[in-house]
């Protein structure tokens, strides 16, 4: 069972930073733009994007070489590469410097810039089509229908880059570099194994991203409609204004 949650570490120390770099970012941006339009929500959502990519790029090479650690290796003679996630970018820091555990990073900006961008759009648009209003006994719902479909629509638009950028931070863990950089690990893939390799596990982050974005979406705009109210009065309404409602889909 213990398998199932490789390298859980890793997310569960950097989602608290990249939510709260998200959150701060979007809102800000969407000031600095000053109308709350749908063009104005993807580009406050792809800026926030970037920036969290500090965080993100570390964490998801981390959680990358923490899942492929043993694998294919008999279990009685498997060696311990790492130890926990810390200790993971411990070593590859020391190994192969800033650089190192950075590894993937234009991948990363490139799958989070357009994928946080079309997250918060859809979100938006969902939300105002829907007309969820504090009133309505279906309010709970849509905010989560709007939410999961959010995830599920990011995912789609930017899985393609996120097989790239998994396998570049998983090459090298045995000291051998299989790819010189992202065209080539695109075309080693591509006459390897074809263009389905661009949607290999794309089901399973589908159905993990309807229900966390889901739940995360209600709850995070319900919390800030209780806080933008004092933590008391009913709000006027539930669509996304000029701060951020929506969270991370890491």
């Known amino acids: 069972m213990l398998g199932l949650y490789k390298?859980?570490?890793?997310?569960?120390m950097g989602l608290t930073f990249i939510n709260a770099i998200v959150f701060g970012v979007q809102g800000n941006a969407m000031r600095m733009l000053g109308r709350d339009t749908p063009a104005n929500q993807f580009l406050a959502g792809a800026s926030?994007?970037?920036?969290?990519?500090?965080?993100?790029?570390?964490?998801?090479?981390?959680k990358t070489r923490m899942q492929m650690q043993g694998t294919g290796e008999n279990k009685k003679s498997a060696r311990k590469m790492y130890k926990n996630s810390l200790d993971c970018l411990v070593r590859?820091?020391?190994?192969?410097?800033?650089?190192?555990?950075?590894?993937?990073?234009?991948?990363?900006i490139i799958r989070e810039t357009p994928g946080f961008g079309i997250y918060f759009l859809t979100y938006d648009v969902l939300t105002r089509h829907l007309g969820c209003e504090p009133e309505d006994p279906y309010m709970i719902p849509k905010l989560l229908f709007a939410g999961g479909m959010s995830g599920i629509a990011s995912w789609l638009s930017t899985y393609p880059v996120d097989v790239i950028k998994s396998r570049l931070?998983?090459?090298?863990?045995?000291?051998?570099?299989q790819y010189s950089g992202i065209a080539d690990c695109v075309r080693q893939s591509l006459r390897k194994e074809g263009w389905r390799v661009f949607t290999r596990g794309l089901t399973s982050t589908l159905l993990r991203a309807f229900p966390v974005n889901a739940t995360t979406f209600a709850t995070v705009t319900l919390f800030l409609m209780y806080m933008r109210d004092g933590?008391?009065?009913?709000a006027q309404d539930c669509e996304v204004q000029s701060v951020p409602l929506q969270p991370t889909s890491m």
């Open 7 to 12: 390298g859980i570490g890793s997310p569960m």
């Open 48 to 62: 926030a994007g970037v920036i969290q990519c500090v965080i993100c790029c570390p964490m998801e090479l981390a």
């Open 92 to 108: 590859i820091y020391r190994r192969e410097g800033f650089r190192g555990i950075n590894r993937g990073m234009v991948t990363t």
């Open 169 to 177: 931070q998983a090459d090298g863990m045995g000291g051998v570099h």
């Open 231 to 234: 933590g008391g009065r009913p």
